[in-house]
């Protein structure tokens, strides 16, 4: 059992290009989140989402759509990717939200 | 200021060392706490949940200080295998039905052989 899985694990693309970073959980939590990871910041919210049809903009949006047609697919899109947006991604969810949060392991992404 | 910080570190400790994590937040109204642990490269990972009351898992020990919005992580005799990052993780409550984890930027632990 997977739990929350991510894809790709890696990525390389060019400035410009749309992303779309996959995220799939098979715990059927309400709660999914998406987060980067940078040097120097620690673990920033992109968007979260407490359940089908809900999202709501976390620290750092800017740049980045989410949908969430399915509980169980929360998928991030740059839609227009800039070399800022170089970082490791992580999806995470949770029953609740005042539950601790599951990760799954990670999307590296470069952006030339 | 931020609302959840921590020292970076990193620490360095020899093995059998006790080592101490500490962490300061903000929101008073915070409700629930957690450490996370990553390993380079990695994913986190839930390590602990930290209730009010204490809690102790093996060489593990949590502890909250809500008066003092303080936070620790105690590890009795480390291990190499204990080298990893050290997120603090608290519950903000911003009013109504809106909380947030919000994560520190973690702690560096290298527990040297």
């Known amino acids: 059992d997977a739990g929350i899985t991510q894809s790709p694990r890696y990525k390389i693309t060019e400035t410009g290009r749309q992303v779309t970073l996959m995220c799939h959980q098979t715990?059927?939590?309400?709660?999914m989140f998406w987060y980067r990871q940078d040097l120097g910041h620690g673990l920033r919210l992109i968007y979260y989402?407490?359940?089908?049809?809900?999202?709501d903009k976390g620290e750092v949006p800017d740049g980045y759509v989410v949908s969430r047609s399915k509980t169980e697919n929360f998928p991030l899109t740059l839609e227009s990717a800039t070399r800022s947006q170089t970082s490791v991604y992580f999806c995470?969810?949770?029953?609740?939200?005042?539950?601790?949060?599951?990760f799954g392991d990670g999307t590296r992404l470069s952006i030339l | 200021r931020k609302e959840v910080e921590q020292d970076p570190g990193p620490f360095n400790v020899p093995e059998g060392a006790t080592v101490a994590f500490n962490c300061t937040y903000s929101?008073?109204?915070?409700?629930?706490f957690f450490w996370y642990r990553q390993d380079c490269r990695k994913e986190p990972k839930l390590l602990m949940s930290v209730y009010s009351s204490g809690n102790e898992d093996g060489r593990f020990t949590a502890q909250v200080d809500k008066s003092s919005k303080y936070i620790s992580l105690f590890i009795r005799d480390s291990q190499p295998s204990d080298s990893a990052t050290y997120l603090c993780v608290v519950n903000m409550n911003y009013g109504g039905a809106t909380n947030k984890l919000i994560f520190g930027t973690g702690t560096l632990l290298a527990v040297q052989p």
């Open positions: 715990w059927s939590h309400s709660y």
């Open positions: 929101n008073s109204a915070s409700q629930s």
């Open positions: 989402s407490a359940a089908a049809d809900i999202t």
């Open positions: 995470a969810s949770s029953e609740d939200r005042r539950q601790p949060q599951h």
